[in-house]
């Protein structure tokens, strides 16, 4: 798969802003420092697509990438930051819960987690409220260069145990290190496979007869969400954002 093509959309400050909603999109989320900006310019091979931080929270809007121009990626502001001013904090982080919420192109989600840590509260809660809306999520542990097979692993069973609680099957886990340049091919291997099915998809409902006016359309995003998601969260608890 190649993503040298791809190129900078626009930044969006709200969903309403966001670009029209005809294309797949793939979104990346973390907590800033993460690693989010070092891996989309990893998987692109573009080396500023998105710029790496100086400071924590630097990335502050939705930002969307068009690749081929048939689908797009998605930079979405890391969470957690101190030091953006508190009514822009707010702001963003409802952009990002409406978007994560309610854009029905969204195919999947790439929740970043920083490996060498054990299971940090900010994305426990993030990742229960993730469960709550049936968002279709991937795992990724970013800055494996940085930790020790062992440690790796102990960290992301303790993530994982703590996962179960709000996923009775858990998500697709990967590793990635934008410094080796370990799990490009896995992480792109999973947009691939979800365009594909999403492709295959299309045809199959214009098979389908008319439907009956009193029977309601399939939901797209639902479609879209079964791609990566399947039907593995089936337990919807307290559905208020925690952050
Ligand atoms: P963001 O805030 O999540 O976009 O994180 P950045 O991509 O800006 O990275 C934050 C810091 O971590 C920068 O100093 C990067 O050089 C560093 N970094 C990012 N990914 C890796 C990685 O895989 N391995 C190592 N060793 N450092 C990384």
Redesign the pocket.
Known sequence: MNLSSTIFDRSAPDLGSCPDESLPEFAFI?????????????LTGQKNL?????T????KLINFFTVSKCWRLV?LP?YGFAQVARKDKARFNAAVGDFLEHRPNLLGLFV?IDSRLPPQKIDLEFLEWLACISAPIVLVF?????VSPTKLRANIEAFTARLSEWYPVLPEIFT?????RQGRNELLGVIETALSACRAEEPAKSDQPPLDAAIPPEDPPAIARKVIAGDARARRPNPARPW
Do not use: E, Q
């Open positions: 973390g907590r800033s420092n993460v690693g989010k900006s070092s891996l989309l310019n990893m998105a710029r790496v931080s100086p924590p929270g630097f990335t930079d890391g970043l970013t800055k494996t260069d940085k990635s290190s934008s410094v080796t």
